[in-house]
Nanobody, 122 residues
């Protein structure tokens, strides 16, 4: 069994910063790509940023230059540093990861966290 647990969400004023964390735990053999998605009320879930197990990153155009995704492979953790936050960044942020487990290392399965609320408002 694998779990992804997010933390770091909250209420912040426009222009402020937040750092999200997502830790994977359980019977993990290998973690491949990790990513952050978000879903605002009435909208579809969208990819915010992703990072491969070798550190290559990809960002949505709307967050380029403001958000930074990183990972600590030793801690099975992915981070999202969010700067210059805007009201339109308000959403539930979800962690996503492709994980191979000890029981079934091939192929990796996709796992999701429970989500953490980010609200940008004055």
């Amino acid at each position: 069994q694998v779990q992804l647990v997010e933390s770091g969400g909250g209420l912040v004023q426009p222009g402020g910063s937040l750092r999200l964390s997502c830790a994977a735990s359980g019977s993990i053999f290998r973690i491949y790509a990790m990513a952050w998605y978000r879903q605002a009320p009435g909208k579809q879930r969208e990819l915010v940023a992703s990072i491969t197990n070798t550190g290559s990153t990809n960002y949505a155009d709307s967050v380029k230059g403001r958000f930074t995704i990183s990972r600590d492979n030793a801690k099975n953790t992915v981070y999202l540093q969010m700067n210059s936050l805007k009201p339109e960044d308000t959403a539930v942020y979800y962690c996503n990861a492709a994980i191979a487990t000890m029981r079934t290392p091939i192929p990796p399965d996709e796992y999701w966290g429970q989500g953490t609320q980010v609200t940008v408002s004055s």
